[in-house]
């Protein structure tokens, strides 16, 4: 399972690539807006801290508009995914985009239809918004599992990236589903690792070896 780390806040991104955590980055417009830097600037940073895919987002709602957008930002990088949203003039922008040879991580998913529309148009990605879904008290990992089911019955070649992740939980729910990759911010990463056995079998070993009265180095 691939991991996107889903911020536009470089030393988060530097951090877990240092570690080879990431596959590749996801932003979105409001991402932008909270680093307060200029869009094409922080891709383009982003894009030279990791080789993986790096998903940048048009802003127009025309499909002729959002087609030179997706140009322009494409431009920046090999590595860029031009993400529009599930409209029809977005799947209309994902099949030009893509017949160019250009990776497209189609967003805003919130249903299987919408997923299926998106592989026939020929996204690279599909991005679910799980967490959206779970805030109406709706089922966002039946939707991930819906959507697997109906790729893997056509075999769509389209990568199931499942987006607005909010707990480490949606991570492991996702592997065990198969999405292809999961985006989360990284705090929702580093909180992976957090089990309270762990601590408390660590803060045990600790007060066992302080009775040795030993030291390492
Ligand atoms: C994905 O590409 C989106 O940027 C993101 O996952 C949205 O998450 P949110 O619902 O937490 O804003």
């Known amino acids: 399972m691939k ?3 889903d911020t536009a806040e470089i030393d988060e991104i530097k951090d877990l690539a240092s570690l080879n955590m990431i596959d590749g980055v996801t932003t979105n417009p409001s991402l932008i807006a909270k680093s307060g830097r200029d869009f094409k600037e922080v ?6 801290v990791t080789d993986g895919p790096v998903s ?7 499909a002729e508009t959002m087609i030179k957008e997706g140009r322009e930002l494409a431009k920046i990088a090999d590595n860029i995914a031009v993400k529009v949203p599930l409209t029809w003039d977005g799947l209309r922008a994902c ?12 967003t805003l998913c919130f249903s299987a239809n919408q997923a299926l529309l998106a592989a026939k148009a020929g996204a690279t990605f599909i991005s679910p918004f799980i967490g959206r ?3 109406l008290n709706l089922d966002g990992l039946e939707l991930i599992q819906d959507i697997r089911t109906i790729y893997d019955n056509y075999g769509f070649e389209t990568q199931i990236l499942a987006a ?6 949606h991570i492991s729910d996702c592997a065990k589903i198969g999405a292809d990759v999961v985006t989360a911010p990284a705090k929702v ?6 089990h309270a056995l762990t601590d408390k079998g660590l803060e045990a070993f600790l007060e066992d070896w302080k009775k040795t009265g030993q030291t390492i180095l």
Do not use: H, Y
């Not at 099949?95 to 189609?106: I, P, Q, S, W």
């Not at 990463?189 to 957090?194: D, N, R, T």
């Open 3 to 5: 991991f996107f780390v």
């Open 43 to 48: 891709i383009a940073e982003i894009c030279k």
């Open 56 to 62: 940048a987002e048009t802003v127009a709602l025309d």
């Open 95 to 106: 099949k030009v985009l893509t017949d160019e040879g250009r990776m497209v991580n189609v």
């Open 133 to 135: 879904l779970d805030d």
């Open 164 to 169: 607005s992740i909010r707990n480490a939980n």
């Open 189 to 194: 990463l580093q909180a992976m690792v957090k």
